[in-house]
DNA sequence: ACATTGACCTGAGAGC
DNA sequence: TGCTCTCAGGTCAATG
């Protein structure tokens, strides 16, 4: 699921393949997930090019050369793909854009809960959505990290998942995180000391640049991570107990009971 | 003002 | 086989 780390792949993905070469046409196969309407859309980016990409949280902006951003959001089954025959188009492509030298960048997308969309500002963006920092970016030191969590009550996980408060953390890596933390998902953020506080921010960092580091591929997670185990039946990869899926506000929640106590 | 829940989307996989 | 049901998790609106 496109969390921090998929989404800064899909971004420098877009760096390696699609900078500095002229917008031909647009092709909205989907308007569900447009935010911006098809024809301010053709006009924002035909005969433009993007010059650089930004990241913020889940989101993505590509800068054009006339300082309007591109907007992504992949929801949970996004994707890119950069290609350049017509016949290499991907199933479930739902927005398209073609450069003036035949290749293709599609925004792929099975569930339609993405966003694309043009704006003027991304500080107005960020804005208007109530973005929190960026959680890899947007806080240096641990005084940061509890100034943002000032006053909040909720449960652990959903305060990690919660964009207005940290933007970029999912469900997947909340849980990667807690469990490394060995923190309860449904323990209440102001019962846990500073020093508890202070592993979970420390071990945020550490997840998230590990996972960007390792391509965001599973596959390539240390054994010693939760992720690989998340799954029904999963084990414990510190203490080899059986790995428990909760509901935590709607969600579910993998942890190992034994390991991350209440 | 904050926390929590349910709706939206649609393919995959389970069960009958 | 083929239908129905549940689940996945991103955000946002509605509710507590």
Known sequence: MPE?????????YVDATALHQKIRSVDPRSTYILETAPRSMEQCLKGHAFDSTRRRGKYIF??????????????????L????????????????????????????????????????SVEAFVQEKEL?????????????FQH???????????????????AGIGNTYSDEILYQAEVHP??????????????????????????????ADPDCFPDSWLIPQRHEGGRCP?????????????????YCPNCQSL
């Open 4 to 12: 921090l780390p998929e989404v800064e792949i899909f971004r420098r």
């Open 62 to 79: 590509a800068a054009l050369d006339d300082g309007d951003f591109l907007a992504l959001h992949f929801g949970m089954t996004g994707s």
């Open 81 to 120: 793909k950069y290609y350049k025959d017509q016949a290499d188009e991907p199933e479930y492509t739902r927005f398209l854009i073609e450069f003036t030298d035949n290749y293709h960048l599609a925004l792929v997308m099975p569930r339609k809960l993405g966003a694309v969309q043009c704006v003027p």
């Open 132 to 144: 929190g920092p960026d959680a890899l970016e947007g806080i240096p030191d641990f005084g940061s």
């Open 148 to 166: 943002v969590l000032e006053g909040r009550k909720g449960m652990a996980k959903s305060v990690l998942m919660n964009q207005k408060i940290v």
């Open 186 to 215: 449904k323990k209440s953020i102001d019962e846990l000391d500073d020093g508890v506080l202070k592993t979970i921010f420390t071990k945020t960092g550490y997840v998230l640049r590990t996972a960007i580091d390792r391509n």
């Open 238 to 254: 510190q203490c080899g107990g059986e790995v428990r899926n909760i509901k935590v506000s709607g969600r579910s929640a993998y």
